[in-house]
């Protein structure tokens, strides 16, 4: 809560204003029972007709005036909380935006989406009902409190009794709910896991008959969620009851002691009626405190989770140097650099060493899961080195601000990702300030022509989000345009060629070639094919390097890349480009 509260605060000036409406609109309302009583005991029994349609105009006023007062503070409220609960997600969004990728890693994405919607609507709620009954009742208690005891102090003794025991009943189940609202937002957080899962899989589930597996998977998650429901659902649920039954035996023993009262001819009957309303608004007061307070739980836990977004340190922050002074120009550089991931048993990549400079390709190939894309991912800055230093035009990344070090980079990564809207604003991600010239330029270079072209829209032409109504290598040419725009000092390509044909990977290689001029370009391949031309060529295996040169010097002198080459190029191709270096 504390971190919430110290980011976002509530306007003071509508606080106030809450506060006086419902001050207004509670005394106008806790004046009616007074007027009641004088109604009976003065107009009623004395027959002054008069007296009775005054007290009645004065009652009606009132009731306007408590009316019209309450809707202008609910007005009030609605616009506190809406603007509260906006700039907590406005909050949540930027602090995401600025995690690495070990903390988007560390919460999970259906977590963080959950925090900044359902959670935010939580919170939302339950400021409303704090600030519209949260403080209305408290006034009402307290004024008919003071009117009680002022109008019949001997009926308002009762209260001494219910009022701490519908506080401690109270206390008691809340603290009971509690415990269980942090549980079950967690496994909401689990649900919420495996639906996008479940949707981001759905092809590969289904291509593998597993639906079944899937139900069962979210058949137990389900199951443990409801029992942590019904829990929290049953001891809350017990709140009302509990509270309408002690409302009921203090109702009945205060028209008890009243009736005594007014039988003995201490009491009149106007006064008993009076202080009667006023034991109900009280009793009624404390309920919906009750209720503001049955919601607190679920607020509690929501907040404490958005608290954890906010009070999480981002573990990759902004150099304090504002330019630093390059001694190169499109240079990238690895000095023994080990890498891990974030809970990681061991380092995915170990003393790493290399330098590619302009005009340059360096490109890294290797097995399956032998940290390609780790090392990479390193050059912008998603990860931090564990060891060693990686070097961006003779400066280490780190002396950088971030937004300085990613203006050097075109990046594509291994997952192409595309964003709603149409062809030219993804394009315009690598240059918002793209002309069409820019679109057709990027688009030749990256042999997304052939079927960007043939669009009704062409370059207006609708993307879905996710790119899903383009196929996987229209996708991939995309992104390769999107960087392209850029014209960025270094080109970072992993595993981008994979979804496409021979010919196209060739042109589209020849093309970035010709355009990329003094930048560097690093690439991560799986086809020797594509590398073939690269000024050096790393070859990994368990994480480190234990092969680096030209494609014909690894033939001699890596095992590893050999193996590889004859997989794919074939044992006599090899044979022959052996023979012939």
Known sequence: MVAIFSRIKLSVRHIILLVVFMLISSVAQMMVPALLSKMIDDGVTGNNQGLIITIAIMMIILSVLACVTNVIATNVSAKVTTKFSSDIRKEVFYKVQSFSAAEIDKFGTASLITRSTTDVTTIQTFMSMLLRLGLLAPMMAVVGLILSVATAGEISMVLAIAIPVLVVVTTALIVGASRYSVKLRKKIDDINQLFLE??????VIRAFNKEQHEIDRFDVTNEETAKISRKSVTISGALFPVVNMLFGITTVAVMAVGTGFVIYGVMEVGVLVAATQYINIILLAIILMAYVVSLFPDAYACMKRIGDVFETEVSIK????????????????FRNVTFAYPNANEPVVKGINFKSGPGETTAIIGRTGCGKSSIVKLIPRLYDTLFGDVLVDGVNVKDYKLENLRELIGYVPQKNVLFSGDIASNLNFGNENGSEEDWKEACRIACASEFVDKKDGVYHSPISQGGTNLSGGQRQRMAIARAVMKKPEIYIFDDSFSALDMKTDKTLRTNLKESMGEA?????AQRVSTILDATRILVLDKGEVVGMGTHK???????????????????????????SA
């Open 198 to 203: 479940a949707l981001e899989g759905v092809r």
């Open 318 to 333: 902004d150099s304090e140097e504002e330019t630093p002074a390059k001694t190169e120009k499109g240079t990238v550089e």
């Open 520 to 524: 560097t370009m690093i690439v991560i």
């Open 553 to 579: 010097e690894l033939l001699k002198s890596c095992q590893l890349y050999r193996e590889i080459a004859e997989i794919q190029l074939g044992e006599e191709e090899v044979k022959n480009e052996i023979a």
